[in-house]
């Protein structure tokens, strides 16, 4: 299985000078099996760099939304196949609490956007149930759920292929003063084994006093959840806007430093793709894109 990288930044899109490293765009993740069949995961800013690979796609798209917050919705205006008669697209959305499942056509309404969502000339089909189930089939992956621990809610989404496991867990508050929709050992339960598993962790040790209950987890807690899953190869998400290229460079350092030989981590980073071809880490291959 391939993994791309779009969008990683969490809350808002940061560019400029101190974000050119890990990226500034918010959540957009793109898998694609040996066969070629892919899922993309949200649409943040990042979709819109997917726009090149989809412009002449001829098979339907299929879109995994884990929950409806602007960094993980605010780029579907902006990703060009859903402008052309020929697009089929299939989005499944994730579990809410206030219950928007369609916030994601929505928002091109006229007031956020210029261009109606019922004036797109593209196919476009919201499956708002789907996500309710435990486990379903999708383009050829197999797709299993787990409700987030999130304000307002949202889904997780594991997905096997190739005989590969990776999920993708964002946004999601592992320890929250809120009562939990899934445990820490359900978490466990939900990521064991995994290749590569993509979590938030937009905070630090520091930012917790302030920040505790607003739906995120801290680097150690996401490692820490790795580790008890025997995961393979971890990868942070939904970078913290205010932190800059040189800051998430040294907490990558120090973290991989302090649990060296214990657990692969890394700040996932924009334009990057992996492949993972074996079990092992050391075979995962990273690949810069420019
Ligand atoms: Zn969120």
């Known amino acids: 299985m391939k993994i791309e990288f779009y969008g990683v930044r969490g809350s808002m899109p940061t560019p400029g000078e101190n974000t050119v490293v890990y990226g500034g ?13 892919n899922v993309i995961l949200d649409s943040g800013t ?26 993980h919705i605010q780029g579907f205006p902006y990703f060009a196949p859903i402008y052309s008669k020929d697009t089929t697209i299939e989005i499944v959305t994730g579990i809410t609490d206030s219950n928007d499942t369609d916030m994601i056509l929505k928002q091109m309404s006229g007031t956020n956007h210029p261009v109606k969502y019922n004036h797109l000339p593209s196919s476009i089909t919201l499956n708002t149930q789907l996500a309710h ?13 787990q409700p987030l621990n999130h304000p307002d809610g949202g889904t997780a989404y594991c997905l096997t292929g190739d005989n590969q496991k990776v999920a993708y867990v964002t946004d999601n508050e592992l320890k929250p003063p809120y009562a939990e929709s899934s445990t820490w050992e359900e978490w466990v339960e ?3 084994d995994a290749d590569v598993l ?4 937009q905070y630090t040790n520091k930012d917790l006093p302030l920040k505790h209950g607003w739906g995120h987890s801290t680097h150690e807690q996401v490692a820490e959840l790795a580790m008890q ?21 040294f907490q990558e350092q120090e973290l991989q430093h302090r649990l060296k030989n214990k657990l692969s981590l890394a ?11 074996t079990q092992a880490f050391s075979n995962i291959t990273a690949k810069r894109a420019q």
Do not use: M
Request: hydrophobic share 35%; glycine share 4%; net charge neutral.
């Open 198 to 201: 993509i979590h938030d962790a």
């Open 25 to 37: 765009n918010t959540s957009c993740v793109y898998l694609e099996l040996s066969n070629g069949n």
């Open 133 to 145: 189930q435990k486990e379903f089939p999708l383009n050829g992956f197999n797709v299993t759920t």
């Open 190 to 192: 939900f990521i064991k």
């Open 267 to 277: 700040w996932a980073k924009e334009g990057s793709s992996y492949s993972i071809d």
């Open 46 to 71: 990042g979709i819109a760099k997917l726009n090149a690979k989809f412009k002449s796609y001829k098979r339907p798209i299929h879109l995994l939304v884990t929950h409806n917050h602007w960094d």
């Open 229 to 249: 899953a025997n995961v393979t190869k971890l990868f942070f998400i939904s970078h913290d806007p205010s932190t800059t290229d040189a800051e998430i460079a």
